[in-house]
């Protein structure tokens, strides 16, 4: 005979438990404690099993007679409840284990193992401190589009809008990690895009007047703080690599009788070595470094330990003390430099240019071949460019490109063939 809630109701403790049988296998057990507990005995592949249902009053009768149902059609389905419980439990604590704070460092480690460089790291890092307060404590898979969104917004609010791109960029890459590693099935960030206000571009400040240059090579010929920087600066026009680059750079690199620099792939923003051919003004330079006698693998060591590399503000903290501000010219500036005036000058094949600035060719074949093909040019190209900016650092002569042939020489100007030579103002 079927329960009733007032049977339910009225079922009191006694000395030994005792139970109040419902239909299709419910029951009630009541404890000498007085609680009452709902439980459901079935046969599964011909073993009897006991499943419990939950407390009365928190679960009603209907509430368990719903959930005996649900049970009853897992076992005609071939699936046992109670295994099915299990491994629901199992996956709720792994996934409540599994937060975005511990898939973010598993990523984190698995870049480093992949070689990733320091700065890279460090900006990984950043961005992932940047998101542990508000989303690192929840489960990777539970994370909401809304909540990852209202982190971001933080970010955005305070100015900071590439800071939120970028920091939404790397929770898509950790969100992307878990799903790869089935700790989660969607990825919240994806659906950001768009999201935020987009930055504004904002480029390195560089001179690109044949003039200021020359003012500025001058002013770096008179800097006097200490002689690895001063020879950095005096290098970094000619060589224009990024600055991470030149300050890493090690004598092992170098190949002097070759007359090029080798930079491995790992040091590489686009993970590929580049050759960068030397002017005979760069071996002067290095020729001087060397003189200075630092016993250290690096061409500009700490100040502070010859086994780790010049700080990245150096250069910058120096063209700061020479009158430049932030605006004017910083250390990434030099490959702007070098890139306009290059290309302005007309002689140079642009993907011989590009090439020598390690901008990266997503094409594998097209890089592979433009690796080499240019290579010549290249050195042509070095040698004339760091002439070239002997010319501006001394006042003298230029050469600029007549751009078309019935275009009248400038007053003053002496043709000669396809050039106008004009006299750069002196300082």
């Known amino acids: ?43 599964f592949h011909k073993v009897e099993r006991k499943l419990s249902l939950g407390h009365y009053p928190e679960v009603s009768l209907k509430e368990a007679r719903d959930r005996r149902d649900d049970a009853r059609r897992m076992v005609e389905g071939g699936a046992d409840p109670i295994a099915v ?13 599994t937060t975005f704070r511990l898939v ?38 539970d994370i909401m589009p809304q909540e990852l969104l209202a982190a971001l917004r933080k970010l955005e609010r305070r100015g900071h809008r590439e800071t939120a791109n970028r920091t939404r960029a790397f929770a898509s890459r950790v969100c992307r990690y878990a799903i ?17 206000i987009a930055p504004r571009t904002k480029h390195h400040a560089a001179l690109t007047d044949p003039k200021d240059v020359g003012e500025m090579l001058r002013a770096i010929d008179g800097y006097t703080g200490q002689a690895e ?46 050759a960068v051919p030397l002017s005979r003004q760069v071996l002067g330079y290095l020729k001087q470094l060397k003189a200075i006698g630092r016993n250290s693998v690096y061409l500009f060591p700490s100040l502070s330990s ?25 250390s990434h500036g030099f490959r702007a430099t070098a890139a306009t005036l290059l290309n302005e000058s007309g002689l140079w094949h642009p993907d011989a240019i590009e090439r020598s600035l390690a901008h990266g060719e997503r094409n594998g074949v097209r890089a592979a071949y433009h690796r080499g093909a240019h290579w010549d040019e290249r050195v042509r190209m070095a040698q004339w460019w760091s002439d070239h900016l002997d010319k501006l650092r001394s006042g003298v002569k ?13 007053k003053g100007a002496a043709k000669v063939g396809n050039f106008e030579e004009t006299v750069a103002a002196r300082a």
């Open 104 to 141: 973010a460092d598993e990523y984190l480690e698995k870049m480093e193992a992949e070689g990733k460089s320091d700065a890279t790291m460090k900006k990984a890092r950043w961005f992932r401190d940047l998101l542990d307060r508000d989303i690192g404590p929840l489960p990777v898979a």
């Open 180 to 196: 790869v590693t089935a700790r989660a099935t969607t990825n919240p960030a994806d659906v950001l895009r768009g999201a935020l």
């Open 306 to 330: 010859p086994l780790r590399p010049m700080c990245e503000n150096t250069l910058n903290s120096a063209l700061r003390r020479m009158g430049y501000g932030k605006d004017d010219m910083t």
């Open 85 to 97: 419980r299990r491994r629901e439990k199992l996956e709720g604590e792994l996934r409540a284990a």
């Open 229 to 274: 920087t001063l020879l950095a600066l005096q290098l970094a026009p000619h060589l224009y690599v990024r600055p991470g680059e030149l300050r890493k750079a090690e004598w092992s690199e170098i190949d002097t009788k070759a007359a090029v620099w080798r930079i491995p792939a790992h040091k590489m923003k686009m993970k590929q070595e580049h």
């Open 398 to 410: 230029v050469l600029r490109p007549k751009l078309r042939r019935t275009s009248l020489p400038q």
């Open 1 to 43: 005979m079927a329960l009733t809630p007032l049977d339910v109701r009225n079922a009191k403790p006694r000395a030994i438990p005792y139970k109040l049988a419902d239909e299709k296998g419910l029951f009630l057990l009541v404890q000498p404690s007085g609680a009452r507990l709902w439980r459901l005995k079935y046969r």
